[in-house]
């Protein structure tokens, strides 16, 4: 049995509280940004090393825009579970009043301590380059853009109202990237999860794509609010974003989940969310984030081969579903 990551796209956030910055209201930071900072893609997922200022310092993180909360893990710092507002360094700047969730989230062996979510990066234009290991963030947006690089639309949406562990309530925004993709030819709604190693994707979907013929890797482990399951990994022959053909990736290592494992995303959106979208196809891929303008600029880099089973660092997890307020 293989433990796979999958990513954080059922949690919820904090909102930010708005500030004087006429380029990024809603967050606070010092610095001026635009500066690349090295991620590691262990399990095709990016991991940034964040300093918060509580014991032990600083320690990586995952980059996860499935997650729509930061996200620290109680095992690695010594705070128990419950919201605490924190000044964090990282990405090139300073942030002075961070809201993180601490949760008994991740086992004690696993090397990550948390998860940094879009609940951030929606503030900002931003890079995540897979092929080149950097990632920056840009507050007064992109100095120039590539009219090379292929245009790729997504709206931000989703929120509600999460409930941590300790009975807390939190208020959730709009974080959740939605895109168009085309898998073997069909065209889906999909998450942008940087949190997943692999794509996701429903069973109905998969099955009507026809499994005749379709590699068979085995199973890998599943943590959902259903309990923990075991669930099919395979291959998509193609898959690309539905607006950019020449994107198309084949070959893309897959997790066919039930249906319902995404239905918390189709309450909280609106929207009938089939798929999850993760670094087995976007590690092909520099992607910049016009946050603003809701385009992603896609340019195709050099990549390695990816080994048959990248080494796992996050053990499977889908939260619990946000609660769609009236």
Known sequence: MRTRVLGAAFLCILVFG?????????????????VPVSIRLSSLTPEVDLELDLQPGTRPFVLDTGSPVHLADVGHYDAGAGVYRLQMNGLGLLFPDLPFVFEDFFD?????????????????????DYPGRTVTLYPRGF???DPADARVSF???????YRLSTGESLSVGATRHLVYVNLEGRRV????????????LKRTVLESLGMAGRPDHGSTQVVTAYGVVSAPLTELRQVSFADAPATLVENVYTVMVED???????VETGREVDALVGGAFLSSFRLRFATKERIIDVHRGTVKKMRDFPQVRLPVRLPPPVERVP
């Open 108 to 128: 004690d062996w696993v090397p990550v301590a948390g998860l940094l979510g879009a609940n951030l990066l929606v503030y900002f234009d931003w890079e995540l």
């Open 18 to 34: 708005a500030c004087d910055d006429s380029s990024n209201a809603g967050i606070k930071y010092i610095g001026e940004g635009g």
């Open 155 to 161: 709206v931000l949406t989703g929120g509600g109202r």
């Open 260 to 266: 319902e494992f995404l239905s918390s995303l189709r």
């Open 143 to 145: 100095p120039e853009r």
């Open 189 to 200: 709604l999909a998450l942008l999860d940087t949190g997943a190693s692999y794509m996701v």
